[in-house]
């Protein structure tokens, strides 16, 4: 069984770019959860996605958007980079929304 | 709204002795999840446990053990005998009441086991 996989692992961006973030899910699950995780913080919920459509999303602004794709694969697109949005972004995909959610190994973006 | 609270930041034990990670939390639900996530310096979040609320025995897994007490609003983990792949920082997590049921995390708690 694969667990959830994240690409790419690093990333380096300058203020005003945009940025596309990829995961994938475990086998078997069609939920996933993006996360933003500032240094010594704890995560911080973006959005959900569930069966392609979006189910929650966090206190973040419109540049944060997302898709689902029909094998539950997900994107995290980032408009207009600032430079806090440098943190470290995490997936999370899980069988069903509520139930127990599994990690990836994140991405770390630094905005300069 | 919900809330965790895990007011140590950072511990450090020496290698074989037994820790204790505190996590207190806040929420209006009657029924709900809670749980606990290691992160290592790699930067995944690995799940350890979820516990339902109604059920309030004590889980043992290994050298891992959780302490939950409704009465309290606590859920606390326990080492044992630490090792040095014990160091991470530790996470208790809440779901929303939202149908998202996004985790709320705590602040963490960095554990440093000193060989």
């Known amino acids: 069984e694969t667990g959830v996989t994240q690409s790419p692992t690093h990333l380096i961006k300058t203020r005003g770019q945009q940025v596309t973030l990829r995961c994938s899910s475990q086998?078997?699950?069609?939920?996933v959860s993006w996360y933003q995780q500032a240094l010594g913080q704890g995560p911080q919920f973006i959005f959900q996605y569930y069966r392609e459509e979006e189910n929650g999303r966090g206190n973040f602004p419109p540049r944060f958007s997302g898709l689902q794709f029909p094998n539950y694969s997900s994107e995290l697109n980032v408009n207009a980079l600032e430079l806090d949005d440098s943190a470290l972004y995490l997936c999370?995909?899980?069988?069903?929304?509520?139930?127990?959610?599994?990690f990836g190994p994140g991405t770390r973006l630094l905005v300069l | 709204a919900q809330k965790v609270t895990q007011a140590q930041t950072e511990i450090s034990v020496v290698e074989k002795e037994d820790v204790t990670l505190d996590c207190v939390y806040e929420?209006?639900?009657?029924?709900?999840?809670l749980f606990w996530y290691k992160q290592p310096p790699s930067g995944e979040l690995v799940f350890l446990i979820r516990r339902n609320s109604f059920d309030e025995q004590n889980e043992i897994s290994g050298r891992y053990s959780w302490n939950f007490q409704k009465s309290t609003s606590s859920f606390n983990f326990t080492i044992t005998a630490s090792q040095v792949v014990d160091s991470a920082v530790y996470f208790c997590a809440l779901p929303s009441l939202t149908g998202a049921n996004n985790l709320f995390f705590g602040t963490g708690t960095r554990l440093t086991v000193i060989p």
């Open positions: 086998s078997g699950h069609n939920t």
């Open positions: 999370a995909s899980s069988w069903y929304r509520g139930e127990t959610q599994y």
């Open positions: 929420t209006r639900d009657t029924t709900y999840y």
